[in-house]
């Protein structure tokens, strides 16, 4: 995974399944690196089976849910990807990266849900707003796409 060769990863991870299906890393792993190989309905289906098999734990279920988001926003699942997301936080508390409401705004641009896409990208912003990366420079692009497209929405009222 380190490598980014992702298709050699899932294969390997999906050997190792056939000797412990069970473990939720595993499935974990396996799930994501299949996801990267555009898979992505599989991954869904084992980041799901990785939740069912899941003791609670509220980093791996963090993990999961943030995973399955992605999953499902890669294949344009919007409404799916949301619920993950909003999972993905409650799940995360105090160790949630600014990157999921980064992620979550997106989410919502892309389902033309501007209202909540400029919550999301509001709250990175009030959080980790001071932080000067490409992330920073991203959503701030994105709130000036975003308050253009409720301009625009407002005036063809």
């Keep these: 995974l380190r490598e980014k060769n992702y298709y050699v990863a ?10 412990d299906s069970t473990d939720v890393d595993l499935i974990y792993y396996t799930a994501y690196s299949t996801a990267e190989t555009w898979r992505r309905d599989e991954a869904i289906d084992l980041y799901a089976k990785a939740e069912q098999l899941l003791q609670p734990d509220s980093l791996l279920v963090y993990k999961i849910s943030y995973g ?3 999953a499902y926003l890669k294949s344009g699942r ?7 997301y909003l ?3 409650r799940y995360g508390a105090k160790d949630i990266s600014g990157i999921i409401y980064c992620r979550l705004g997106y989410c919502y641009r892309l389902a033309g849900m501007f209202e909540k896409s400029l919550q999301a ?14 992330t920073r420079k991203f959503v701030l692009n994105e709130i000036e796409y975003v308050k253009e ?9």
Excluded: Q, V
């Excluded at 919007?78 to 993950?84: I, L, Q, T």
């Excluded at 990208?121 to 490409?134: A, P, Q, T, V």
């Excluded at 497209?149 to 009222?157: P, V």
């Design 149 to 157: 497209e409720l301009f625009m929405k407002e005036g063809a009222k």
């Design 121 to 134: 990208y509001e709250k990175y912003m009030k959080h980790w707003g001071d932080e000067d990366n490409s």
């Design 68 to 70: 399955k988001a992605e």
């Design 10 to 19: 899932a294969s390997n991870f999906n050997k190792a399944m056939k000797l």
């Design 78 to 84: 919007h409404k799916d990807a949301e619920a993950c």
């Design 87 to 89: 999972k993905a936080i």
